[in-house]
């Protein structure tokens, strides 16, 4: 089994990959609903642009963002001014990179769901005399739900597996940066260490089985226009 | 009774706080990996913080520090990325210490009983283009090291076809290590940390620009237990350990 070491780096994963899920989330969902539902000039290229860093070398993304997060960067100054905190070397930029990784992913899931729900049973609701916040919040949402959760699912996969924006962004410190892919890459630089390797490559496919298995069976439920949880 | 219970555990708490100050974090080259991590135990067990080690490639990290990241310590593999960091003002200057040196050796599979000659230059190139050679990326310093040594012994021109690139050193290695490549050139520590590898010749010091591995405390550290590990680093028994890592101390 593994060792409290290797315990603690599945442990940080889940973490980083936890809370980039939970904060890309709502960005995602607003994201994928504007370009399901709003026609706007320039949407083509938001809808690039939100897809950049799937297809970016990651390393690129790394650098981008740690010009960014720098402390004379833009956000990174933003962050110093009015709270004090700088992410390089911290478990929270490890998150942020993940969450940017995973970002275009969870935007085509959620967007292929909100697209699926049918547009008529909203227009019945707006006859019916339902406002628009209530036909969102009792009709659009819980029917896209599952396409919502199954894209989070996604991104969580994506996120725990995050390599090269990582790396380059916030270096590959132990305890809040070194997530699995990082520990994995250490261990390959150490001859001897094949063990920790397979250990860590073995946690590392299970978690991600796990995950995209979770996705694919609440895709399913869009498919099968199974409106209801 | 309950007052000595007390003090007892007030002390308790306070025990850690007093013994140990925050572990500094250390950014270290990819390549000192297994030597870096034993001079950090060593420094634990002489009852100080462990320090928390960033291992990457030397460029990865300097690029971090020139965007500003806080960290107390920097361990180049080369001096290149070192001098662009002091170019910024980002190290303190009187801190940079040469403290390490390091050959480049040709390796062979441990049952392969090849021996390089290193001169003259066609029977060196000759056992070196039999089959492909493993080398590190051109632009990785070993790599940069390896060709340099090549060109200065003449054979250049006549090995570069055979040459197979690894992105790192110990890429390189492992293709040896896999009999992907009957030989490759790595460091000597690179050679000592591999069980499945033997050194089969070592290039002449002056065959290449020197290997060496500078450390230096980063301008903005303010933790002390960095600048005291840093002259651990240094010392007589700091050095100890990466030399039975293979290392040379300077």
């Known amino acids: ?229 | 009774m309950i007052r000595s219970l007390l003090m007892f555990l007030t002390l308790l708490a306070a025990a850690p706080a007093l013994a140990q100050g925050k572990p500094p974090l250390v950014l270290a080259a990819a390549s000192l990996q297994e030597s870096m991590n034993a001079a950090a135990d060593a420094w634990a067990t002489a009852g100080h913080p462990r320090p928390v080690i960033s291992f990457a490639a030397s460029s990865a990290l300097a690029r971090q520090v020139e965007a500003g990241g806080d960290a107390d310590l920097f361990v180049s593999a080369d001096q290149e990325w070192m001098d662009a960091l002091a170019a910024k003002r980002l190290i303190v200057p009187a801190s940079r210490v040469t403290f390490l040196g390091n050959r480049l050796v040709v390796v062979a599979a441990k049952g392969n009983p090849v021996r390089i000659p290193v001169r003259p230059a066609a029977a060196l190139a000759k056992v070196l283009a039999a089959g492909p050679l493993a080398m590190a990326d051109a632009p990785v310093p070993a790599g940069k090291y390896g060709e340099a040594a090549l060109r200065s012994l003449g054979v250049w021109a006549t090995v570069a076809p055979k040459v197979v690139r690894g992105d790192s050193v110990r890429a390189a290695l492992t293709l040896v290590e896999r009999g992907a490549a009957p030989l490759g050139i790595v460091y000597a520590t690179d050679a000592k940390a591999s069980r499945a590898v033997r050194i089969a010749g070592v290039f002449p010091a002056g065959s290449h620009p020197p290997i060496t591995y500078p450390v230096a405390r980063l301008a903005r550290s303010t933790n002390p237990e960095g600048e005291a590990f840093r002259r651990f680093l240094v010392s007589r028994a700091g050095k100890a350990v990466f030399v039975r890592y293979g290392f040379i101390a300077r």
């Open chain 1, 1 to 229: 089994m593994l060792t409290a070491a290797e315990w603690g780096i599945v442990a940080l994963s889940l973490k980083v990959g936890g809370v980039a899920m939970a904060a890309v989330l709502p960005i995602a969902f607003a994201l994928a609903w504007v370009l399901a539902r709003v026609r706007f000039p320039g949407k083509l290229l938001l809808d690039a642009v939100v897809h950049l860093p799937l297809v970016v070398p990651p390393v690129v993304t790394g650098w981008v963002l740690l010009l960014a997060f720098a402390p004379a960067g833009p956000l990174g100054g933003w962050l110093e001014r009015w709270f004090g905190v700088s992410v390089l070397f911290r478990w929270t930029g490890a998150a942020i990179a993940a969450g940017i990784m995973a970002l275009p992913l969870m935007v085509r899931a959620m967007r292929l769901s909100i697209e699926a729900v049918d547009r008529r049973l909203e227009s019945a609701a707006r006859t019916l005399g339902a406002g628009p916040t209530r036909v969102f919040w009792t009709l659009t949402l819980p029917l896209s739900l599952p396409g919502v959760l199954a894209g989070a699912v996604l991104g969580f996969a994506r996120s725990i597996g995050e390599f090269g924006a990582t790396i380059t962004f916030v270096s590959n410190v132990p305890g809040e940066t070194q997530t699995l892919p990082l520990a994995i890459y250490s261990a390959l630089q150490q001859p001897g260490a094949e063990a920790t390797v397979w250990r860590l490559s073995a946690m590392s496919v299970g978690l991600s089985l796990i995950a995209l298995l979770v996705s694919e069976l609440l895709t399913r439920r869009v498919r099968r226009g199974l409106h209801v949880l």
